[in-house]
T-cell receptor, first 110, second 115 residues
Framework: GQQVMQIPQYQHVQEGEDFTTYCNSS?????IQWYKQRPGGHPVFLIQ?????EVKKQKRLTFQFGEAKKNSSLHITATQTTDVGTYFC??????????FGTGTRLKVLA | DTGVSQDPRHKITKRGQNVTFRCDPI?????LYWYRQTLGQGPEFLTY????????KSRLLSDRFSAERPKGSFSTLEIQRTEQGDSAMYLC?????????????FGPGTRLTVT
């Protein structure tokens, strides 16, 4: 079955440093979504990517969808303490069933 | 508040008992999802509905799990003969649905503890 892996599992950064998480699917995706989950909270939608090679930016966050539509990345520039949480990618392959990745837990040290 | 709501927020039950959870999606949302999440893991897909039709169900799900969305509005998830391994956070999410993918809005979840 479809599997979605994320690396790294954990990342500790100093405030102001950059952060990147990578998402890899075992199957070609029709679209990919990114979510952020704060400790004790529920996942909150960040962005959706649909097109091969697509790049989207939200302030300090940059999202990319690979050319083969099997991988994606989230890059945060100049992290802040408010960026703390776990970032998940969720991929769909032709239907609207989403398989979530394993997540990357980000800690930002002030 | 017009977000996704779930009831109850917490449930403690003894092994072997049946439990039922309810999810009320955002009113105009056609799609409704159920996920299960354990500590340190991502949400695990259980099933999803398009209006009242259950379109996909995880093969990981045993026959003890069943979900319904009888009128295309609220949904229930029932677990029969609960086991300790069922202890987890059960998340419901809803989205618009009209032939294209839409963002999912998650509810606060129901935390199940099986003793």
């Amino acid at each position: 079955g479809q599997q979605v892996m994320q690396i790294p599992q954990y990342q500790h950064v100093q405030e102001g440093e950059d952060f990147t998480t990578y998402c890899n699917s075992s199957t070609t995706l029709s679209n990919i979504q990114w979510y952020k989950q704060r400790p004790g909270g529920h996942p909150v939608f960040l962005i959706q990517l649909v097109k091969s090679g697509e790049v989207k930016k939200q302030k300090r966050l940059t999202f990319q969808f690979g050319e083969a539509k099997k991988n994606s990345s989230l890059h945060i520039t100049a992290t802040q303490t408010t960026d703390v949480g776990t970032y998940f990618c969720a991929g769909a392959s032709g239907t609207y069933k989403y398989i979530f990745g394993t997540g990357t837990r980000l800690k930002v040290l002030a | 508040d017009t977000g996704v709501s779930q009831d109850p927020r917490h449930k403690i039950t003894k092994r072997g008992q049946n439990v039922t959870f309810r999810c009320d999606p955002i009113s105009e949302h056609n799609r409704l999802y159920w996920y299960r999440q354990t500590l340190g893991q991502g949400p695990e897909f259980l099933t999803y509905f398009q209006n009242e039709a259950q379109l996909e169900k995880s093969r990981l799900l045993s026959d003890r799990f069943s979900a319904e969305r009888p009128k295309g509005s609220f949904s229930t998830l029932e677990i029969q003969r609960t086991e300790q391994g069922d202890s987890a956070m059960y998340l419901c999410a809803s989205s618009l649905g009209a032939g294209v993918p839409y963002e999912q809005y998650f509810g606060p979840g129901t935390r199940l503890t099986v003793t």
